[in-house]
């Protein structure tokens, strides 16, 4: 009987074993490798932005945009300068492609030459101590704050510090801050007290998306070096959309009836600045314009 068992064990468990046995040897199938695909510019796959205590999407770090907006915000070529025989290279734009969605800005007929006249003077100072001084020279040549949306596509980095109900933007270039608020209160009123070169702003998230509406401008910024302008009834409402660990998608819709037909944006990425202990350094510029602003009234600090 025992012998009966046995045999029947080794009939019905053979195969089994054998089929195993063969399984083991053979080499695990292959499958096809993917290769990763091309980034495409402007496109970013879905991303789900880290976030704060208070579950906003995270932007603190220090940023920078890396498009050459601030010479102008249309298509451009590379230029010389201002001062070629002295400064050669040096002193030479380099050429780039523009941020205004469409291409075109819809500046009335009268707009559009004072636009141009802005451009044949911006290296034109005038030494008066009332606003005549604002009429001729890009406000950047002598180091007054840029305004927004030009601050954030100067060549220079700036830093977002975000807090439950404020958000402070901090800017290499002349020491620029702009206080973003995000709460509404008694404390802070709606419109601006007073204008001023960075504005007056606001802010709340619509989903990942910090929105920003800022008003109450200084009629004296310029949006680029080619004379861009606006008046002091410009209203800016920035998109700050995190899209990955290192890009922020920005966008700005410019509107302003004194100047433009219609309203018209622009857009590009901000890029995360990664070295290792990145941090904004000085650049007061007002030491660098003294002798340029003053003429004959510059004392030399030296002497």
Not at 183 to 204: L, V
Not at 265 to 287: A, G, T, W
Request: proline share 10%.
């Amino acid at each position: 009987m025992k012998v009966t068992v046995l045999s029947l064990c080794l009939v019905v468990f053979a195969p089994i074993v054998v089929r195993a046995q063969t399984t083991a040897q053979q080499p695990p199938a292959r499958t096809a490798s993917v290769a990763p695909k091309m980034p495409t510019p402007g496109e970013f796959p879905p991303y789900k932005a880290p976030r704060t205590a208070d579950g906003k999407p995270d932007l603190n770090g220090i940023w920078q945009s890396f498009v050459t907006a601030d010479i102008s915000v249309q298509d451009h070529d590379a230029q010389p300068g201002p001062r070629p025989d002295i400064m050669g290279a040096y002193g030479a734009w380099p050429g780039g492609q523009g941020i205004v969605e469409g291409g075109e800005i819809p500046y009335k007929a009268e707009a559009l030459a004072q636009k141009k006249a802005n451009a044949e003077k911006r290296m034109v100072i005038n030494i008066t101590s009332d606003d005549r001084r604002h009429e001729t020279g890009d406000p950047e040549l002598k180091c007054y704050r840029p305004g927004i949306p030009r601050a954030n596509y100067e060549p220079f980095p700036f830093q977002i510090v975000q807090s439950t109900d404020n958000i402070i933007m901090v800017y290499e270039f002349e020491h620029a801050l702009r206080t973003i608020y995000m709460k509404e209160d008694k404390e802070t009123p709606k419109d601006a007290p007073a204008d001023s070169w960075m504005g007056w702003s606001h802010g709340h998230f619509e989903g990942d998306t910090l929105v920003v509406d800022s008003a109450g401008f200084v009629p004296w910024t310029w949006f680029d070096r080619a004379g861009d302008y606006h008046s002091d009834a410009l209203h800016v409402v920035e998109r700050y959309t995190l899209v990955s660990p290192y890009h922020i998608m920005y966008e700005a819709t410019i509107e302003d009836p004194n100047v433009f037909t219609r309203p018209w944006k622009v857009s590009f990425p901000l890029y995360r600045r990664m070295e290792k202990n990145i941090q904004l350094v000085d650049f007061d510029c007002v030491e660098f314009v003294e002798k340029m602003l003053y003429g004959p009234y510059y004392k030399d600090p030296g002497k």
